[in-house]
């Protein structure tokens, strides 16, 4: 499905949830799509600054949400995400927040007629300044740091290409402010061989098992129950797995990475950020998982 289309289908769904127009901001890199800069983009991935006292239901930690499940909003997400092929990341902020970061846009009329309010390259500057300050342990980590100024790279040489020189010097201003956050990470030559890993505590616990590492999680039909789901990083379409495993170890992500708040709901073993867990681990090695020091031992 088209981005409008999608848009048309989304603005129905938070109407259901009782957000008006001006509750919510389109944002992120297909809100450059839409405004017509042909950026890289995360196939299948919409952002949305929502101001989160008009959500239907209670939002807790993390800097992206999702609707909890079990509830109508989940049933009704998850219906939305089957019809139009692409999942939503919540960004929610307080009623002051939310004005604060949602002045840079603009209105932007949809097929349907029905209109949104969708950031402008410079209110998307400020999002992206945002998401930089918190990539570290104790936000998403700094790998999606180094992630996130790849694109803005990309967005840059966009503006280049398109003669917007003051908008294409601010963003590589940004570039420069986190560049420290692009580093050579020291990767052994032989991870398979480790025997000890170690990441950040995101849920304490402890917890023994086989091996499963999951790269995409639409490609595995069966997972057994208490399996150790090993993978770069979770989002929503794990969900079912998650449900079935005993403890959960990612390559990626810090203490509000979506692993790191899903395991802890669940009360779930969880280590998260070391780095080589994919590659070390492989589906059927025997590990015990220690989330209350952070490490994972092969046995």
């Not at 938070?14 to 799509?33: H, I, M, N």
């Not at 999606?144 to 694109?151: E, F, H, I, Q, Y």
């Amino acid at each position: 499905m088209g981005i409008e289309k999608a848009l048309e289908s989304l603005e129905e769904l938070l109407k259901d949830w009782g957000l008006s127009q001006d509750d919510w901001v389109f944002t992120s890199q297909y809100a450059y799509r839409l405004l017509g800069y042909e950026v890289k983009v995360r196939e299948g991935h919409f952002n949305i600054l929502v101001n989160k006292n008009k959500l239907p239901w209670k939002v807790g930690e993390g800097l992206e949400i999702h609707p909890p499940k079990g509830t109508k909003s989940a049933r009704q997400y998850h219906q939305f995400v089957k019809k139009t092929g692409f999942e939503v990341d919540i960004i929610p902020g307080s009623p002051l927040d939310f004005e604060k970061r949602s002045k840079k846009t603009i209105r932007y009329s949809l097929p349907n007629r029905k209109q949104i309010l969708v950031h402008t390259p410079w209110g998307c500057l400020g999002e992206l300044n945002l998401l930089l300050s918190q990539c570290n342990d104790k936000g998403w980590g700094e790998d999606k740091g180094a992630r996130v100024l790849t694109s803005v790279d990309d967005q840059r040489k966009v503006f280049l290409r398109r003669g917007e020189k003051k908008l294409a010097e601010t963003y590589g201003d940004l570039i420069k402010k986190y560049s420290f956050l692009i580093k050579k990470r020291k990767i052994p030559k032989a991870p398979e061989k480790i025997k000890k890993i170690s990441g950040i505590v995101a849920s304490k616990g402890k917890a023994s098992g086989r091996v499963r590492v999951i790269l995409d999680p639409a490609r595995i039909e069966r997972f057994n129950k208490g399996e150790i789901l090993v993978t770069k990083m979770t989002s929503p379409k794990f969900t079912t797995i998650i449900q079935k495993t005993s403890a959960i170890v990612t390559d990626e992500g810090g203490i509000l990475c979506h692993a790191a708040i899903i395991s802890r709901e669940m009360k779930i073993p969880c280590v998260v950020g070391t780095q080589i867990a994919t590659k070390a681990l492989k589906d059927g090695d025997l590990v015990d998982v220690n989330a209350e020091k952070g490490v994972v031992r092969k046995l």
